[in-house]
């Protein structure tokens, strides 16, 4: 069966970090590109972060987290993180991994995760 389970989220104060994990089960992850969304309330979701398939994925990000966040990956670990530094107010919101339908970052998305809550807030 698969599965995209997100961890790693909370309350943080503004300037602090956070490390976000998406880890996969029933599928190879280092097959397929994998993203990390979010959705405040009230507002359009939002892709956060993208990385393509491999040890080296091709890694994109929205201009809103560019320079704060870094998306990785771990295939022994089947598992993709989300670093999040510098934190905004303007960040929270519940974060989503979703597993691309091929190796890139393209936008078409099969498995989604349940999402975890960040919020930052001082």
């Known amino acids: 069966q698969v599965q995209l389970v997100e961890s790693g989220g909370g309350l943080v104060r503004p300037g602090e970090s956070l490390r976000l994990s998406c880890a996969a089960s029933g599928f190879t992850l280092d097959f397929f590109g994998v993203a990390w969304f979010r959705q405040a309330p009230g507002k359009e979701r939002e892709r956060v972060s993208c990385i393509t398939f491999g040890s080296h994925g091709i890694t994109s990000y929205a201009d809103s987290v560019k320079g704060r966040f870094t998306i990785s990956r771990d295939n022994p670990k089947n598992t993709v993180y989300l670093q999040m530094n510098s934190l905004k107010p303007e960040d929270t919101a519940v974060y989503y991994c979703?597993?691309?339908?091929?190796?890139?970052?393209?936008?078409?998305?099969?498995?989604w995760g349940q999402g975890t809550q960040v919020t930052v807030s001082s």
């Open positions: 979703a597993r691309g339908t091929t190796e890139w970052c393209l936008d078409e998305w099969d498995y």
